[in-house]
């Protein structure tokens, strides 16, 4: 328990633990404008799960305990560490989340919203593992239509140009041209168009290699039998005519094929048209495809064949995921129904719980109404969970519906304080809460519903760290260790302090609470006993 006078800077810590959970810093708080702030929290996280899931997801090393702490510069920018490890904002907020539910007098707010509604009835439902289960399930089915919706984008893209494709395609197969034969045909061409000189020059060649006045063949036979009766004579003769009738054989070769090449040589008209007609489609083709060569218009072909093979491929594969999801979608809402049925199943039980819990903390005439609607398939099941209220409900008239309102519409601020106190208490018999810290949960109370906010108080403290600032004796009374926030002043300035109470001190503060800075005796004789019993 914290308590202090009214200013003595109890919202100080509230503060500074908002800080190291992850509230945004603002540097006009500081004192000292030109020094650096820290502020650090230790937190023991031995055998705490989540902690070291927490630890291993984000890559830091795992202690036992825990250091946070954060850094407000003179110029208001701040800086996150976990165990000296620099973080990002939001990784402390994570981290914090499990080792503190800080409670202020604002964060009743989130009492209105549908998510914390929610966590509260999985809490109780024991819901854990099944909604991992059906989270896995649904984020598989979502990343699956994500798929779906983008194959079938390009489904839609590749159908627009598909027969825009088909006619190309068809175009090019309609044409069928082989490898390099454009550029094939364009050398037999210029070769036909200029046939009758080929032919001439060959012509010319074989005559007078074999057939002229002076034939090359037979002038080179006459030499060689002209050296042959001297070659006896002379050792080189026998070379040069082995040479020379190795060139006579050449050029005899020679004028054969010369004259086979010119009978094969022909201005044939049907052909120059065919090569013509072939040619002219060719180069229409390639200057409407933008290219150079026969292989590069193939190439077109190719790709056209792709695509169009690709709109039946992505066919069968759209086909495929959308089976594939909707047996993802059927588990989803198999596992979906499951968390339906068990969130239903501890509404009753919940309701009458806190209701029971409100009239002890002197709310006997407020109810509370827990009820669930069907949704489609969401992060979290197939059903919302909303929480109704009604502060001033009559005696038997539990069961008039249309009385009950949303939280937010209809429960003052001291009504939602004691509301979140009661619903807390029971999830953190449900489940394993970090440490909890009230701010002032007792606005707007007093006497005996202080007392039996107290009561509930020292109930949670049995089963986990409480922390409470409060302004109420009945609920100082309570607790097993109290705090005094108060001021002095040092030098020139003014400081906040803070120092346990033994239990004589905690008398006189209590007394103090209950009758002023000059406790009476019959208000010291109540806070002792406050604080015996």
């Known amino acids: 328990m914290i308590t202090g006078e009214t200013g003595a800077g109890k919202s100080i810590i509230a503060g500074a633990l908002g800080l190291i959970l992850g509230d945004r810093s603002d540097s006009s708080v500081l004192v000292n404008k030109e020094k650096k702030c820290i502020v650090e929290g230790l937190f023991p996280s031995e055998g705490r799960k989540s902690v070291r899931d927490f630890f291993k997801e984000h890559d830091l090393e795992y202690e036992e305990e825990v250091v946070l702490r954060r850094e407000i510069a003179v110029n208001g920018k701040s800086r996150a560490f976990i165990n000296d490890t620099p973080v990002t904002l939001t990784q402390i907020q994570q981290l914090g989340s499990l080792l503190v539910d800080l409670h202020r007098q604002f964060d009743t707010l989130e009492l209105g919203e549908s998510d914390f509604q929610r966590e509260v009835v999985d809490a109780i439902a024991g819901h854990d593992t099944l909604l991992r289960e059906y989270q896995s399930v649904f984020h598989q089915w979502k990343e699956l239509g994500v798929v779906c919706a983008e194959l079938s984008a390009r489904q839609q893209q590749l159908d627009k140009e598909a027969g825009f494709n088909q006619f190309q395609f068809d175009e090019l197969e309609e044409a069928a041209f082989r490898d390099n034969e454009l550029e094939d045909a364009d050398a037999e061409l210029k070769m036909l168009n200029n046939a009758e000189g080929i032919r001439a020059a060959l012509d010319k060649l074989s005559w007078s290699l074999e057939e002229g006045e002076t034939p090359m063949v037979q002038q080179l036979k006459m030499l060689i039998q002209q050296l042959q009766p001297w070659s006896s004579m002379h050792s080189g003769l026998e070379s040069i005519i082995t040479r020379l009738t190795s060139l006579q054989i050449e050029l005899k070769d020679i004028a054969g094929e010369t004259a086979h090449i010119s009978r094969a040589v022909n201005n044939d008209p049907q052909k120059l048209e065919q090569l013509n007609e072939r040619l002219s489609l060719g180069y229409k083709l390639m200057k409407k495809h933008g290219v150079q060569t026969t292989r590069e218009l193939l190439g077109i072909r190719e790709a056209l064949a ?27 809402l198999a596992l979906g129904k499951d968390i339906a049925e068990g969130r239903k199943a501890v509404l009753k039980p919940l309701e009458k719980k806190v209701n029971a819990l409100l009239a002890q903390v002197g709310m006997p005439n407020a109810r509370l109404k827990a009820e669930t609607k069907t949704v489609a398939l969401y992060e979290y099941g197939i059903d919302h969970v909303d929480f109704l209220f009604n502060a001033n409900m009559p005696a038997g008239k539990e069961t008039t519906s249309h009385t009950f309102q949303p939280l937010a519409k209809v429960a003052s601020g001291g009504e939602l304080s004691r509301l979140m106190l009661c619903i807390k208490s029971l999830v953190a018999s449900s489940v394993d ?28 403290a049995a089963r986990r760290q409480v922390i409470c600032i409060t302004h109420q004796p009945q609920i100082a009374g309570k607790a097993d260790t109290h705090f005094f926030v108060f001021k ?3 030098g020139d300035k003014v400081q906040t302090s803070i120092r346990q109470l033994t239990t004589d001190e905690r008398i006189v503060t209590i007394a103090q609470m209950l009758s002023g800075e000059k406790p009476t005796a019959a208000a010291l004789q109540n806070a002792r006993e406050m604080v015996m019993n």
């Open 488 to 490: 002095k002043i040092a």
């Open 306 to 332: 792709v695509k169009l093979q690709d709109v039946q491929s992505l066919q069968e594969q759209i086909a495929e995921k959308e089976k594939e999801r909707k047996k993802l979608e059927a588990k989803a």
């Open 433 to 460: 809460l970090p440490t909890m810290i009230f701010d002032e949960i007792d606005t707007g109370i007093s006497g005996e519903a202080a007392r039996q906010v107290g009561i509930l108080l020292k109930e949670l």
